[in-house]
């Protein structure tokens, strides 16, 4: 009986221990990716992107620039303003592009590659260490038996959202 007393203590006891280490220890994820200290950092200015390339699809300046205030909006708490934001982007876009990727056995086209590039310049005005000028680029491939006007706006959108992630994390990231 004495030994059935000293092993329900001891199960009690290690319970009370786990109970006392789960309770200490806690885990934080963040699923959005944003590291922003919101104590010196809580605005955000994005200015217009123009498209500033020699070749040029005009919906594309719009999409770029809802997509990449959107993405702030949605991953981070940094509120949006027109000016004298604690961070800031500005920039253009510099590329729009296509040339043949491939080359098929009759000499022809089979494959054309889109190209977009973004030049982004990023002020922090909390910590201007991070300040940066970059170009970002995205690629996509489609067949050249399409016609461009029947697949640009999801190729765009596609090479879009690619280099919005990109200069989201290169901007609040921090991978």
Known sequence: MDWTKKMNRLVW????CMVFLLAACTISYKFNGASIDYTKTKTIQISQFPIR???VWAPMQAIFNNELTDIYARQTKLTQVNRNGDLQLSGEIVEYSQFNKAVSADGYSAQTQLKMT????FVNNANHD??????FSATTQYDSSQQLTA????LVTQMVEDIVDQIFNATVANW
Do not use: K
């Open 53 to 55: 390339s020699a070749y």
């Open 151 to 154: 697949v640009q706006e999801e």
């Open 118 to 121: 973004v030049n982004v310049r």
């Open 13 to 16: 006891l290690g319970a009370a």
């Open 130 to 135: 991070e300040d940066f000028e970059q170009r």
